[in-house]
């Protein structure tokens, strides 16, 4: 797909951003009734099973293969998950290479009812203003974009470049899904960078991910452990029980290593959070490859959750953030 340019709202309009992004999909659909059959082939109903706020597509790239449509939808119905977030990766320590706005909305517009494509922009672009970023972002959402993230950015989380994205995703009322760790959106034991953001941000509601934000469940958390992959007890008081108490924008995804490690380093704690929690966690997995381990499903079934928690945590608490119907 060719780029779209995107430093100045006068650059493309809306409806021709739009206009853009339906014709190249409209030609995909022509063109794939194999992937219209793949996502159909055992498709969790609506309001049922999961919605992972948490998955990749991916391109070729060296050795590495591409994760397609076709197989993310069947590897989706071959777990129950009903709908699933596709997040783009657009800062340069984010990924391998970077995986673009527009190439994700045009990817997931033939599956819109399964597929939920996320934006992001890095704030550090050259000649991008702060008065630029609402303008564009309206244009992805416009394309179909129901958040920013994943947001990787090599900054701090509480970086003035990083405020004024969040602050347009705060008069846009979009979610943002955060990935904090010791390279992207750092931040200090107790997260005091993430309530200057929770502070400066109040419309957006922000989704924590990846080392620094789950290693923050325990309040013994280090400078030497925040990055990382703690183990043992968690101890009680921890930054994201204190920032939820506080900011009802505050919400945890659940993905990764990191989520299921928090989680799992202390069963007795991690069941009893995720039951205190229910209404502020998101089932997720961070899928971005055929043949991935993913241990989230097996693991937070054998918690014997509550019915009423596992489904705000598996669906309920992500179609309300995303306002999907």
Not at 142 to 156: D, N, S, W, Y
Request: one cysteine or more; charged letters at 20%; glycine letters at 8%.
């Amino acid at each position: 797909m060719k780029a779209v340019t995107m430093h100045s709202p006068a650059v493309v309009s809306r409806r021709a951003f739009g206009r853009r992004v339906l014709g190249i999909a409209a030609g995909a659909l022509a063109a794939g009734p194999a992937a219209t059959s793949t996502a159909a082939a055992g498709k969790p109903a609506v309001g049922t099973g999961y919605v992972d706020i948490h998955v990749h597509l991916t391109q070729p790239w060296a050795s590495r293969p591409m994760l397609s449509v076709e197989k993310l939808l069947a590897w989706m119905n071959q777990h129950g998950v009903a709908q699933a977030v596709v997040l783009p990766l657009v800062s340069p320590e984010a990924w391998y290479y970077t995986i673009g706005c527009d190439w994700v909305l045009q990817q997931t517009l033939p599956h819109r009812d399964r597929l939920i494509p996320f934006c992001d922009i890095d704030p550090r672009a050259v000649y991008l203003r702060p008065a630029d970023m609402a303008p564009m972002l309206a244009r992805y959402v416009a394309a179909g974009a129901k958040g920013l993230g994943e947001h990787k950015c090599g900054t701090a989380i509480d970086d003035p470049r990083n405020l004024s994205i969040f602050r347009a995703c705060s008069e846009l009322r979009l979610p943002v899904l955060l990935h904090m760790d010791n390279i992207r959106n750092t931040d200090e034991p107790g997260l005091p960078g993430l309530e200057r953001v929770l502070r400066a941000a109040p419309e957006a509601k922000f989704i924590g991910h990846a080392t620094t934000w789950w290693s923050s469940i325990s309040a013994d958390v280090t400078p030497q452990t925040i990055a990382g992959y703690p183990k043992g007890p968690v101890k009680p008081g921890g930054a994201i029980d204190r920032l939820m108490d506080k900011y009802e924008n505050l919400y945890g995804d659940l993905s990764a290593g990191s989520g299921l490690n928090a989680i799992r380093r202390d069963p007795d704690f991690g069941r009893e959070f995720l039951i205190r929690r229910a209404d502020r966690l998101l089932f997720g997995t961070d899928y971005l490859a055929e043949g991935q381990q993913v241990d989230q499903f097996a693991f937070l079934e054998q918690l014997r959750l509550p019915a009423e928690v596992q489904a705000k945590i598996f669906r309920d608490n992500a179609r309300r953030v995303l306002g999907l119907k």
